[in-house]
């Protein structure tokens, strides 16, 4: 029997928080693994998203452990992610219809490989971030002086 304190079995910043999510949406590490291949898999194929990954992204295999704990940090707040995602994205050639695309391939990859309220958590927080690069990487490509100095 699972004890109803029961801690979920990957590491976490803040245990008790995670166990709640786990419990109330069915991800868990195997599920944003699931996600994050079958997602990867399909932008590698997309015309749109395919060739700017290409050119980047040779071995597959860092990158789609870097998005798992991405993924774990993001829905599961496990905190292991420490990387910098909008310099990386501010040097790809991406506009609104980029990202676009990913959301549309990430929410149909979610239902999926999650459960209806595992899908719902992870789309709302990858539109929430997806909005934030997109004006990250516009502002950074309109330059510092683009910026409107409010202080
Ligand atoms: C416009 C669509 C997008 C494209 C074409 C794209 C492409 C890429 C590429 C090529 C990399 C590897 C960069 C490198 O290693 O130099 C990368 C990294 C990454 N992407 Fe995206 N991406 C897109 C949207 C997103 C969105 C919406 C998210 C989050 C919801 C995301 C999360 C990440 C993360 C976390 C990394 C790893 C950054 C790091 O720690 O170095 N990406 N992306």
Known sequence: ????????????????MTASIMAETGLDERVLRALVER?????????????IFKARISDWAPHLDRM???????ALMTGGYHGKPVPAHARLPVERAHFERWLALFRET??????????EHVIER?????????????????????????C
């Not at 798992?68 to 993001?74: I, K, P, Q, T």
């Not at 979610?110 to 899908?119: D, F, I, K, S, V």
């Open 39 to 51: 997602f990867y898999d399909k932008v590698r194929r997309d015309a749109v998203l395919g060739p």
């Open 110 to 119: 979610a239902g999926e490989t999650c459960t209806p309220a595992g899908a």
């Open 126 to 150: 990858a539109e929430r971030i997806a909005r934030s690069l997109n004006i990250a990487v516009e502002q950074a490509r309109a330059g510092p002086d683009a910026v409107p100095k409010l």
């Open 1 to 16: 029997m699972t004890s109803p304190n029961a801690k979920p079995h990957i590491a976490s910043a803040r245990p008790e």
């Open 68 to 74: 798992v704990v991405f993924w774990s940090s993001v």
